[in-house]
């Protein structure tokens, strides 16, 4: 039997406002959309938060034997800066300052956010498309609303028709905005645009001559607006209808309620069973962007090196730090907050390495069953990780009493206790232990200190062949040996 017939997850839909019971469409399967970065930047600590929370999705999600497929996208092209239909593509403006190719600009930033998520040791997802390679698939999808008449064209452009929208549908649905309010907040365009309300958005943006990011299309060269990407990407390959569609709640408005709006004026249908908002990162109380400065960069905090940090930071005491608040609550970052946190994670990660060697009794005297399942019902309360960290302390607390021989714990349930931390610690959680990385590391050092001494014996005996051969076969691992004056050292 899966643990997901086991145990009974609740998500919070934002659609409804309320924790639902999680049932996929699919028995068994699940198909997850989150937005991706726009690579226009290095990835700052705020994104990385909203990443993170969808980690933990995952893992649980994997965890409790769901089939998951997991797609985030690229944002390479189309994402204007202040996310307006006018003026500059962020990608195109960063090209033109950094003075190189835009597509450039893209890998540069794409590389960037791969190398800092896997220091976070997110899980990579299933399928990572970018916008760019799916342009024919949302040229389809534009041509579908215009056949159904929520979309007209003008200048080579093409707008969504907000209000003819909303007189069959709900546009606001998701974000509770009403289409009077946001009229009356909208000042009026002053003939500036094509479009025929404010409130509509682009779907295809007509590029003029200087414009590098350009495709042909049917209504002339061009590039997609910025919301019709994601649901062009996410319907390819999870279906008109799917499970979870994920992002920051700064996403809400207008770009999710957009793509419910592009979604059921293509298909007639709408395309998420589950909506799911992580909330920010802040900074001196204010959400980290990357458009204000109001930011830290990840490699700042793993180096040290940023005013506002006592010292570094290892990149599990990070992660760990964000999971210790519920991906649905503002977090604001702090250097005593994330001392606080890595004293924690240090007490965690000791406890965990010596669960197995704890003394075994006849008898158990500790309820591991019942502990069990409040670790299960803390993830099951809409992936609610403070909780859950607040009982693996319970399990750190056990380990130490058993240790003492104030409890005894039985063969069965040590093995239990035991594969319980680990699978909430370094499977669903998602922490990777420095401890257990520094051992390697003094274990390495260790063996290479004894081909050293092999190798000095070996041109005692002068036996060149094989000094030069312990020489050469470390080099080709990268390990370089200098012979000086006190000896033969090495760097890794
Ligand atoms: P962007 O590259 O700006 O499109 O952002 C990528 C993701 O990071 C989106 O899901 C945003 O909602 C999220 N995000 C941006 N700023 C923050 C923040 N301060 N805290 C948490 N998530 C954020
Ligand atoms: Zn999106």
Redesign the pocket.
Known sequence: MALYQEQQLKVYNSLSGEKEVFVPIHNGKVGMYV?G??VYNYVHL??C??FISFDLVFRYLKHLGYQVRYVRNI?DVGHMVDDADEGEDKIAKRARIEQIEPMEIVQKYTVNFHNILKQFNNLPPSIEPTATGHIIEQIAIIQGIIDNGFAYEVNGSVYFDVEKYNKEHHYGILSGRKIEDLLSNTRDLDGQSDKRNPLDFALWKNAESQHIMRWPSPWGDGFPGWHLECTAMSTKYLGNHFDIHG?????KFPHHECEIAQNEACTGNTPVNVWMH?N???LNGK????STGNNILPNELFSGENAILSKAFAPAVVRFFMLQAHYRSVLDFSDEAILASERGFNRLMEAVKHSSELPVSAQSTVDIQGWRQQCYDAMNDDFNSPILISHLFEGVRLVNVIKEGKEQINAEDLALFTSLLHAFAFDVLGLESTNIMAANNDKLEGVVSMLIQMRNEARANKDFAMSDHIRDELAKLNIQLKDGKEGTSFSL
């Not at 992002?247 to 996403?251: I, K, T």
């Not at 959400?287 to 990357?290: F, G, H, L, V």
């Open positions: 937005c970065p726009t705020g994104n938060r909203t944002t992002g920051g709640m700064d996403l992580a920010m990162l802040t959400k980290m962007a990357k």
